[in-house]
């Protein structure tokens, strides 16, 4: 495990190179990633250093300052810094159903870095670590090494989708795609767009909240500018990470045409409280975002101290229901391994 913390802090390095000044690579340069600091810049209780460094080994710390400003000081119990804080339960036995590849990914790799689960959509592992580790991870044991580097190692993932006519739809995931430069991200989408039948391509990302300043004039130009109808389908859990720079990043995006998803996962201690997440659905809906998901966790090991059961999660959305509109309320969904689409949940399963 110490080996893929290496590599990674490797290659956010090198994700990060470029050109002085660019203020999102800075903040990605400079972001915590040792526990130690956590605590101190946070004036955090000793007691939760040991457990901290532990966990921290097992899965890399990783936190931009912009997130971390948005943090309360000296309080452990904060919703913000509970998802980033790195802690001695993540190393507790994997309760059953829990393994680390909770969503099935293991069998859908259909070409390097390419995933198809569903009919019509391809998934890129577009890059291989976040700007900021949240501990609940579905692919926090995902074998990223494995997944291809520079624009030429793409060409079998490539050739698979122009090989695939009824792929229509690619996502570009990770990690986070937006670690990526707009100049590396423009050149794989001017390569998609050479395949005729790729008619949309949607980008999962949870920079432009954790860095706002990633929403760049490079990336509005790129997206406004592709032939394809993009989508951007961004990750927000609780309504303080929508901040004004946050809030203004988003409202870029959809200014320049881009429609605007949040997908959130219900997490014990976070924001398994409905005023939490009605809060969270007005303030997205003040910047123009549609609360689109929110899924019940994925049953990765080490993150079994964030599971909600599925009856409070019901109980949540039927109170949503009564305090906000119909498109305020996020659809209720879990992923089945081996289920041909996201599944509702619904009459206490999915």
């Known amino acids: 495990m110490e080996r893929r913390n290496s590599v990674q802090e490797n290659v956010i390095e090198v994700l990060a190179a470029g050109v002085a000044g660019s203020g999102w690579r800075d903040q990605l340069r ?4 040792d526990p130690d600091v956590l605590v101190d810049l946070l004036e955090l209780p000793e007691e939760l250093r040991p ?9 890399s710390l990783v936190v931009p300052h912009a997130f971390l400003s948005r943090m309360r000081r000296g309080d452990p119990d904060d919703p913000l810094l509970r998802q980033v804080l790195p802690i001695d339960a993540e190393a507790g036995p994997a309760p059953a159903g829990f393994s680390s590849d909770p969503v099935g990914e293991e069998g859908a ?25 949240c501990r609940y991870c579905f692919r ?14 793409w060409r079998p993932a490539l050739e698979a989708i122009a090989q695939s006519p009824d792929i ?16 590396w991200l423009s050149e794989l989408i001017v390569q998609l767009e050479a395949i005729p039948h790729v008619r949309r391509l949607r980008i999962h990302t949870r920079l432009p909240i954790v860095i706002p300043d990633r929403v760049t004039d490079g990336l509005l130009a790129m997206l406004s500018n592709t032939r ?4 951007v389908v961004v990750h927000a859990n609780h309504p303080a990470e929508i901040d004004e720079a946050c809030g203004a990043a988003l409202l870029r995006l959809v200014k320049a045409g881009v429609p605007v998803l949040n997908q959130s996962v219900l997490l014990r201690g976070i924001n398994d409280e409905v005023s939490v997440l009605a809060d969270l659905s007005r303030r997205l809906l003040d910047v123009r975002v549609m609360p689109y998901y929110m899924s019940q966790l994925d049953p990765v ?13 019901l109980e949540i959305v039927a109170e949503l229901r009564k305090q906000l509109p119909g498109f305020g309320v996020p659809r209720y969904v879990q992923e089945v391994v081996g289920a041909a689409h996201k599944v509702e949940v619904q009459n206490g399963c999915g």
Do not use: N, W
């Open 140 to 153: 926090r044991h995902y074998p990223y090494d494995e997944t291809p580097s520079g624009l030429a190692e």
């Open 30 to 33: 400079q972001a915590v990633r």
């Open 228 to 231: 394809f109808a993009p989508t």
């Open 168 to 183: 229509e739809e690619v996502i570009l995931s990770g990690g986070d795609p937006l670690m990526r430069s707009d100049e």
């Open 109 to 133: 790799s259909k070409a390097a870095g390419m995933l198809q689960k569903y009919h019509g959509r391809a998934l890129l592992i577009v890059a291989p670590v976040c700007a900021v580790a």
């Open 51 to 59: 457990g901290a460094r532990m966990a921290a080994e097992l899965f």
């Open 301 to 313: 090991v080490g993150a079994a101290h964030f599971e909600v059961s599925i009856e409070r999660g």
